[in-house]
């Protein structure tokens, strides 16, 4: 299908709207847009950050998600607590792929998963004393872990026990750092309130004023960065800080796929706070810069145009040996990057994606498809805020179309009739998009590839990206809704 | 009286930002910016308005403040 006029998404919208009730129709028109470059705030085209409407299939986390999940679960020396009932952390146990060094169990504990396993009576009588059990059991059988943190799930703030008091007493009887994070589901509207609380928790109970970065044998050095927002999927955040460490910057923390609570200690100290999903970790960045008088930028590691942009961004906050070394490593990795767009730009050209993810990437990777000759049709975030909408605005093409936490029915009216060549989204719309013979890449976990960030996942991403795009599978694929009538019976 | 957090931007302009809202936007104009006095009424490119109690000078930015909302 050709380029779609304004008029013709402005129509798509109302025509995919027209199911809902009067109600709910007003509700969603606000989530939809035209992407419109003339407009310099998102808020005046679209609504975000709004509680999902009832009724419909929404593909959100809750505010635990945000916190045990995303911020919090990573940090591969302490040990996360899921707090109250098993299934919460039991089925999302080692989902996000979060790679890390170590041997687990002994020094890490990252795809293990703790909880206090509430029961009636837990929640009849509370369940402090479980969870100081509970602290206890862990020191006793994990003694090589450096903290702990207390994740709760609903039920905890339903009840309302005092985990902050837990907590405090447990610190001081063990010599090491406790935190309890308020994070139960039902807070905020999806998973973003649960990272802002998450990242308070670090101000709060980590950092503590400044006390905690104290006792650390640290040496702060001139060129000293973190890594900010960056959760190692698939190995993303190793493969961007090569990348840094080879132009000259030392990166002492990663925040915080494959981090530890030192480097969490040590990040207040750097010069430079580097942002990579500004969504889950600007708070904590803007904390930063008014208490440590750390400046933070946002950068994007998708894809060379962006990745070169990024790294001469990035040296610009620092002297001339940074800035050379900025340019020797774009010098470097140029001719790899252009044989690699020799190779599949041919292969991709003019295709056509349609993106709904999550924190950053239905803006950042953009460029990485530009920079393979496709172009992104339609994109939206599932939790994303105003300042996210601002930022896509930009990076979209004109009259493009723009959906904030799409339903399940709108995504795929949506995708029947912008007919996209590829799908990037979850792994909750992974399998209607296939069996419509649609090529789907799962854009959250890189549907088990990865790394997409830095030079080197280019190479991934643009060999994932022709692995299925042009997968003579499509074709073969009837939808089981559009098989005749008798062959289903006969399959009974 | 929301807590606010004003900061420069890269491009060089003030942002307001509300922690509790999680809401960012742009300063268009900022009473007093010289020296001597700073803060006041502050209007945002949305058009709503805010007021902080003026300082002496511009502080060391960025600064957590309290601001109150101007209603016509
Ligand atoms: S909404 Fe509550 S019960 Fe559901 S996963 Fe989140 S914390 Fe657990």
Known sequence: ?492 | MPKVMLRRTEKGALSFYVAKKDLEAEVSSLEFEGPGKWGGAIELTDGSRFFVEPLDEEPKLPITVRATRIDE
């Open chain 1, 1 to 492: 299908m050709a380029v779609m006029t304004r008029n013709e998404t402005e129509a798509l919208i109302q025509e995919v709207l027209e199911i809902y009730p009067e109600k709910a129709q007003k509700d969603r028109a606000k989530h939809l847009t035209t992407n419109d470059h003339e407009v310099e705030q998102s808020k005046k085209c679209i609504t975000s950050n709004k509680k999902s409407l009832p009724g419909v299939m929404t593909i959100r986390g809750c505010a635990y998600a945000g916190s045990k999940g995303v911020v919090w679960g990573p940090i591969k020396d302490m040990i996360h607590i899921s707090h109250g009932p098993v299934g919460c952390g039991q089925y999302s146990r080692a989902g996000r792929r979060n790679y890390y060094i170590g041997t687990t169990g002994v020094n890490t504990f990252v795809t293990m998963n703790f909880t206090s396993d509430f029961q009636e009576k837990d929640i009849v009588f509370g369940g402090d004393k479980k969870l100081a059990k509970l602290i206890d059991e862990v020191e006793t059988l994990f003694p090589l872990n450096k903290g702990i943190s207390v994740q709760s799930e609903c039920p905890i703030g339903l009840i309302g026990d005092d985990i902050e008091a837990v907590s405090k007493k447990k610190s001081a009887e063990i010599g090491k750092t406790v935190v309890p994070v308020r994070c139960e589901g039902f807070r905020g509207v999806s998973q973003s309130l649960g990272h802002h609380i998450a990242n308070d928790s670090i101000r709060d109970w980590v950092f503590k004023d400044g006390e905690g970065a104290k006792g650390t044998n640290y040496e702060p050095g001139p060129y000293d960065v973190s890594v900010i927002g960056d959760y190692n999927i698939g190995g993303d955040a190793w493969s961007s800080r090569i990348l840094l460490e080879e132009m000259g910057l030392r990166v002492v923390a990663q925040w915080s796929g494959d981090g530890t609570l030192a480097e969490l200690e040590n990040t207040p100290r750097v010069k430079l706070n580097l942002l990579h999903c500004y969504r889950s970790m600007n708070y904590i960045s803007r904390h930063m810069e008014e208490k440590y008088g750390i400046p933070w930028m946002e950068y994007n590691f998708f894809g060379p145009t962006k990745i070169n942009e990024s790294l001469r961004k990035i040296a610009s906050f620092f002297d001339d040996k940074i800035k050379e070394g900025a340019e020797r490593v774009i010098e470097k990795y140029k001719p790899e990057m252009d044989a690699i767009q020799e190779k599949y730009v041919p292969r991709l050209k003019g295709k056509r994606v349609m993106l709904f993810v999550g924190g950053l990437r239905p803006r950042h990777t953009i460029g990485a498809y530009e920079d393979l000759g496709m172009e992104v049709v339609g994109t939206g975030y599932e939790f994303g805020h105003n300042d996210d909408y601002d930022r896509t605005i930009k990076e979209m093409g004109n009259a493009t179309l723009i959906y904030d936490d799409v339903t399940g029915y709108e995504f795929e009216e949506f995708a029947k009739r912008i007919k996209p060549d590829l799908i990037g989204s979850g792994i909750k719309e992974k399998y209607i998009f296939q069996k419509m013979g649609i090529p789907f890449r799962q854009m959250h976990s890189w549907d088990y590839s990865g790394p997409y960030h830095g030079y080197d996942g280019f190479a991934i991403f643009a060999r994932d990206m022709d692995m299925t795009l042009n997968n003579p599978c499509w074709d073969q694929v009837t939808p089981p809704w559009n098989k005749p009538a008798e062959a289903t019976t006969e399959a009974d």
